[in-house]
C-alpha cells in the first residue's frame, strides 16, 4: 500500500486560510470516508484534528476543516494563527481493515 | 482519563528483535482496539497494524506481514508490539494509540489517544 501523497510544505500569514490536499486512490481515500487529519509537533504525539472526512473532535477549534472529492481529501484551516505551525498528515482506510498515511506536510505560519 | 503509557527507548543490532509495551488506563480495556504507528527520522506516519485488545485478532499492514506480532496481556491492560529481524530502516519512534469512541475504527480513522512514543534505534 502506497502512502497517500500530499505536499511536502504550505505557507500562510496569521489570519489567511490554507489547504492542505491529500490525494490517494479509488482503493482508499476514494472508496471509503474514513479519511483522518493528524496535527504532529515534533517531540509530541500527533494530535486528531479530523475524523471521517468531515468531523471534529471535541476541543478542535472550527478553523479546522475537512472534505472530499473524488480521490483527494482536504484540510482547510482559516483564520491561521502561530500555534497551527506543525506538521499534518492525513490518513485513510485501505479496507480488509488496514490504513495508510500520507508522506506529511509541513505549515510554515509567516 | 484515557492514557497510553509506552515503555522506554531501545538500542538493538540488526537482525535482533525489539518488544514494546503499551499500558492502557482510564477506560475498559477490551473494549477497544490499539493501534501501532511509526515515524522513521524525516519521515512520514506509517501505520503497522492493530489488535483486538479483547480477542487478540490482528490485522496487520502488508509491508510488516511475517515481521511482526501484536499481543495483549488483559490482566494489566497491555499491548504489546514485537518486530523482529531489525534493520537500520527500522529505527523510528513507535506510538500506540486508540481509536475516539465517536469514530469508526477502521485503519488510520480516528486515532483520538497516544502513547508518548517509543525510540527504537537499529545500528551495529
Known amino acids: 500500500q502506497s502512502a497517500l501523497t500530499q505536499p511536502a510544505s504550505v505557507s500562510g500569514s496569521p489570519g489567511q486560510s490554507i489547504t492542505i490536499s491529500c490525494t490517494g486512490t479509488s482503493s482508499d481515500v476514494g472508496a471509503y470516508n474514513y479519511v483522518s487529519w493528524y496535527q504532529h509537533h515534533p517531540g509530541k504525539a500527533p494530535k486528531l484534528m479530523i475524523y471521517e472526512v468531515n468531523n471534529r473532535p471535541s476541543g478542535v477549534p472550527d478553523r479546522f476543516s475537512g472534505s472530499k472529492s473524488g480521490n483527494t481529501a482536504s484540510l482547510t484551516i482559516s483564520g491561521l494563527q502561530a500555534e497551527d505551525e506543525a506538521d499534518y498528515f492525513c490518513s485513510s482506510y485501505t479496507g480488509s481493515y488496514t490504513g495508510v498515511f500520507g508522506g506529511g506536510t509541513k505549515l510554515t505560519v509567516l | 482519563q484515557v492514557q497510553l503509557e509506552q515503555s522506554g527507548a531501545e538500542v538493538k543490532n540488526p537482525g535482533a528483535s525489539v518488544k514494546v509495551s503499551c499500558k492502557a488506563s482510564?477506560?475498559?480495556?477490551?473494549?477497544?482496539?490499539i493501534h501501532w504507528v511509526r515515524q522513521a527520522p524525516g519521515q512520514g506516519l506509517e501505520w503497522m497494524g492493530r489488535?483486538?485488545?479483547?480477542?487478540?485478532?490482528?490485522n496487520y499492514a502488508q509491508k510488516f506481514q511475517g515481521r511482526v506480532t501484536m499481543t495483549r496481556d488483559t490482566s494489566i491492560s497491555t499491548v504489546y508490539m514485537e518486530l523482529r529481524r531489525l534493520r537500520s530502516d527500522d529505527t523510528a519512534v513507535y506510538y500506540c494509540?486508540?481509536?475516539?469512541?465517536?469514530?469508526?475504527?477502521?485503519?488510520?480513522?480516528?486515532?483520538?489517544?497516544w502513547g508518548q512514543g517509543t525510540l527504537v534505534t537499529v545500528s551495529s
Open positions: 489488535i483486538n485488545s479483547n480477542s487478540g485478532g490482528t
Open positions: 482510564g477506560y475498559t480495556f477490551t473494549g477497544y482496539y
Open positions: 494509540a486508540r481509536v475516539s469512541p465517536v469514530a469508526f475504527d477502521y485503519g488510520g480513522n480516528g486515532l483520538e489517544y
